[in-house]
């Protein structure tokens, strides 16, 4: 018999994976993060489903989506006692622990439950002297973070005795705002040396009016808090743009620097004792991010800098190396996947698609057509981005703004009307073309959106109030 794998999740936060160099980052090297590639496999299509950091790590946990798992916006905290791929693991005689970020409330109730040893930071924490929560209370660690939750994690598996598998989430704060290097780790990012991205001067000129509110420009947007120094005087608007965008970015690839260095000693001390070829070890961040794409930080929308989620996966034993998933998959399937690879039960109510028989050349379904997407934090205070739904094949993409928060905490109590974009991601790869209102792409929409609402019946989810059934829809009835 094959003995159950460790499971180790390293999940940074707003880590985008074109600053991965296994994705082709043209911005950085990542060597330690791309090893788990070459010792596993790359996944190409992996999306967050509600593209924001603790409505992901929900659906990460629980293998549900946010509508199921209630956590749909930052200031809606998560009920812990669901079941969760780390409940079920426990379960099944896993040890069980999770050091880093948690962000999805905190107090009786929402505090981490299904870990035997649990050290969070709080809220959104923080990069130098963290306080740290457990079940004994909160503590000042002196340090910087990423290295203290890297110790935490590798201290708790060498304290473990006996044989019996375990479980650990590494969940960095790291490369989440406001991007504060280690001060003690010298940088190889001077400022004013990283390319610009091919859509930073994105006019919106086919978006809806919609995309155009959202306040997450780089030139307008980022606060002094963020870039930490003033801009020199006398710049035109186009260099101040980029010359934040140039200090945004030293910091961010700093901070990844450092996460970079933190999967190399997780990978090194696996080797070390021996675990590495019976470890189900995966390096992914909570959603993608915008590295000046389309002039944005941030995240949030559909699009697919801040959709696509980095996801690499090793566990040697079972698994060849150097292979690329091309497949959708979510965030939503991991738990079941994760469950699957350790021979462990999921939850009844887990949702999504277990993918780990692909990984065997096994696969149980066929692949996923498409996937549902839903942003629900409409018109918050500080980003404004606007509440949307939309669904994503491998080649197409249909958003629809519906532009109303529903009353949700986090969101604002503007509505505004609904519209609708599409994007031909084969012919126009940075979605700069918005093709929802072209007559060429009338009958490709019209099934799209047929399509979508089949999705989100479902997951069991429900489509605005104001969204008219789809024609095709009315024409089967
Ligand atoms: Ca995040």
């Known amino acids: 018999m094959t003995r159950r794998p460790n499971v180790v999740l390293v999940l940074t936060d707003d880590h985008a994976a074109h600053a991965i160099s296994a994705y082709g980052s043209v911005v950085n090297r990542t060597p330690r993060i791309d090893e788990i590639g070459e010792l596993g496999w790359r ?33 809606t905290p998560i009920d812990a006692s669901q079941p969760t791929f780390v409940s079920q693991l426990r379960a099944a005689g896993y040890r069980t622990a999770i050091f880093g ?42 340090g910087y973070a990423t290295e203290i939750i890297t110790d935490l994690a590798l201290d708790w598996v060498d304290s473990l005795p006996g044989d019996d598998p375990w479980c ?16 003690a780790r010298p940088t190889s990012h001077a ?79 696996l080797r070390e004792r021996g675990d590495l070829d019976d470890t189900l070890l995966l390096y992914a961040s909570d959603q993608g991010f915008f590295l000046g794409d389309h002039g944005w930080f941030d995240k949030r929308f559909m699009y697919e800098e801040s959709l696509r989620m980095p996801l690499l996966l090793s566990y040697p034993r ?47 379904q066929p692949p996923a057509e498409g996937m549902y997407y839903r942003y629900w934090e409409h018109d918050d205070v500080f980003h404004k981005a606007p509440a949307h ?40 790869p940075h979605e700069l073309r918005n093709v929802a209102e072209d007559p060429a792409y009338r009958e490709l929409r019209a099934r799209l959106e047929a399509k979508m609402w089949q ?10 109030p104001g969204q008219p059934r789809p024609a095709l829809l009315e024409e089967d009835a």
């Open 318 to 364: 079972r698994l060849q190396g150097g292979r690329v998933f091309d497949g959708i998959v979510t965030n939503v399937d991991w738990a079941r996947t994760i469950l699957e690879a350790c021979e462990v039960e999921p939850h009844p109510r887990m949702q999504g698609r277990s993918f780990w028989p692909d990984l065997l050349g096994e696969p149980a």
């Open 455 to 464: 999705a989100q019946a479902c997951v069991g989810d429900a489509p605005h």
């Open 191 to 269: 400022a004013g040396s990283v390319p610009l991205p091919a859509t930073f001067d994105d006019d919106y000129a086919t978006r809806t009016s919609s995309a155009r509110r959202a306040a997450m420009r780089i030139a307008e947007h980022l606060t002094a808090e963020d870039l930490k120094v003033d801009p020199p005087a006398g710049l035109t608007y186009d260099e101040l743009a980029q010359w934040k965008y140039q200090r945004f970015m030293a910091d961010y690839l700093a901070c990844v620097d450092s996460v970079d260095d933190s999967v190399g000693r997780i990978t090194d001390r």
């Open 389 to 428: 739904y939309g669904y994503r094949t491998e080649r197409h993409k249909l958003v629809y703004f519906y532009n109303d928060g529903l009353g949700l905490p986090g969101t604002g109590e503007w509505t505004y009307p609904a519209e609708w974009e599409l994007y031909d991601l084969l012919e126009d």
């Open 43 to 75: 996944f190409e299509s992996c999306f967050a489903t509600n593209s924001l950091c603790s409505p992901s790590r929900a659906s990460i946990l629980t293998g549900t989506y946010s509508h199921v798992n209630g956590v749909t916006t930052l200031v």
């Open 101 to 142: 970020k948690w962000h999805m409330g905190e107090g009786p109730g929402h505090d981490p439950e299904g870990f035997e040893e649990w050290q969070v930071l709080l809220d959104q924490g923080e990069y130098v002297d963290p306080q740290l929560l457990s079940a004994d209370g909160v503590r000042v660690v002196p």
């Open 168 to 183: 650990v989430l590494v969940w960095h704060k790291a490369p989440h705002r406001p991007w504060i290097p280690d001060p």
